[in-house]
């Protein structure tokens, strides 16, 4: 079976072993700071970390992709602050809004970006390719076990 005629089912493979499991295998506290868009943050000094954007083996990101890349990590931030990892952002396929430090409570002012006690990820892949648009995305939440 040629994979391009069944990318759908290699991105799911791929994603869930490469992507899903590289964010559950960094240091917990680490995983959003590593992996958010914002280098500035990143644990082992400024743009060390992957960061949000990557890409996934024979796929074209769509025209317009800011980044030029197909794979993208997102996590509850609100909009154009990469780097803050809040209870309140509304994102009904995290589950969010909820609890992320662990005290019961939504805050609406707090930064949780490595005080957090569970981290809900979504890797969302789009493309484009000889048989049009693609769209993978998978959804996990990490804990500190
Ligand atoms: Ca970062
Ligand atoms: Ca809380």
């Known amino acids: 079976m040629n994979r391009m005629t069944q990318p759908r089912t290699s991105v799911t493979e791929w994603l869930n072993a490469q992507m899903l499991e590289r964010i559950q295998a960094e240091a917990f506290a680490e995983a ?4 958010n868009g914002d ?9 060390t970390g992957p960061g949000k954007n990557f890409a996934v083996f024979g796929l074209s990101a769509r025209p317009g992709d800011p980044d030029g890349l197909a794979g993208e990590v997102i996590f509850p931030t609100p909009a154009g602050l990469p780097g803050s990892l809040m209870e309140n952002v509304v994102d009904e396929r995290l589950g969010m809004p909820r609890d992320l430090n662990g005290d019961a409570a939504i805050s609406t002012t707090a930064n949780y970006a490595s ?13 484009v390719g000889p048989a049009g648009p693609g769209e993978v995305e998978l959804r996990t939440m990490v804990g500190n076990f």
């Open 39 to 47: 280098p500035a943050d990143d644990p082992g000094g400024p743009g």
């Open 32 to 35: 959003f700071r590593n992996f």
């Open 115 to 127: 005080t957090y006690t569970i981290l809900p990820v979504r890797v969302r892949v789009q493309w």
